[in-house]
């Protein structure tokens, strides 16, 4: 484990669009229209597995590693955030954002951690382990989870999000996150702690969409896709309870 040196289903409905921001890169602009009907029904869904990792990090390729395992599980939505904060041991990071930076951080904050660190991985927003942990991860991966139904489509230049209506014991509120990924890619490392290394990544956020808040009602956000990087292939949408605790639900769609 690393601490920075620097500092410390499917599911047919008619539905309604929200408005929402683009955090990172690029924007894009959802449009928003009446609901029409809702299902609330709790259904299954993965597991969410975060990976905090860098480039930079000589600890992190383990993680990578088992991230890349983990993302064949059918029950795991596996996502790898690269973060900037070790860049300036010479090597920067072609995938860090700025927001998987600040992501991390507001776990720390909620999770009560002394600090950030590298590699981390967060089950569910809930609980956190050394990311290369596979003896802790694991068994946090097991059991059925049910949470809010979502569906996403393209149609022509639209990507819509579903999210259906909470359902009984559920939370009815939250916040949605579009995430545009890349399946996986390998990097040559010329400089920093990895030098002379070539790194397997999985599943790597490339961009993230802040699509708007989540009421408990059914409702249909929709993003442009030109707003996608275009080495993204894939998308994983999240719905997290306020401010970056529990996940309710989660979704992906793919169209190569």
């Known amino acids: 484990m690393r601490t920075p040196i620097t500092a410390c289903c499917s599911l047919a409905v008619l539905l309604a669009l929200l408005a929402g921001e683009a955090l990172g890169t690029p924007a894009g602009t959802p449009a928003v229209t009446p609901a029409v009907a809702s299902v609330a029904t709790a259904v299954p869904r993965p597991a969410v597995v975060e990976l905090y990792t860098s480039q930079g990090c000589s600890s992190c390729p383990p993680a990578d590693a088992l991230l890349g395992e983990l993302k064949t599980h059918a029950n795991v939505l596996a996502l790898a955030f690269h973060v900037g904060y070790w860049d300036e041991l010479g090597w920067p990071d072609r995938f860090a954002l700025p927001y998987a930076d600040l992501r991390q951080s507001r776990y720390a904050r909620s999770l009560k951690l002394s600090s950030v660190f590298t590699p981390q991985v967060v089950v569910d927003g809930q609980r956190s382990f050394i990311g290369s942990d596979r003896a802790g991860i694991l068994p946090a991966l097991s059991g059925e989870r049910t949470g809010v139904a979502i569906a996403i489509q393209a149609e022509g230049a639209e990507l819509h999000v579903d999210v259906a209506a909470a359902a009984a014991g559920l939370p009815a509120s939250g916040e949605l ?75 992906t769609y793919a169209w190569h």
Do not use: C, K
């Not at 040559?188 to 397997?200: C, F, H, M, P």
């Not at 808040?213 to 442009?224: E, F, I, V």
């Not at 719905?239 to 989660?250: F, K, S, T, V, W």
């Open 177 to 251: 996150l579009l995430l545009a990924l890349l399946p996986e890619a390998q990097t040559a490392i010329g400089r920093g702690e990895n030098g002379g290394r070539t790194l397997r990544e999985f599943n790597i956020v490339r961009a993230t969409y802040a699509l708007g808040g989540w009421n408990g009602t059914a409702h249909r956000y929709s993003l442009p896709r030109s707003s996608l990087p275009a080495d993204a292939v894939m998308v994983a949408a999240l719905l997290q309870q306020p401010d970056q605790r529990a996940i309710l639900g989660a979704a």
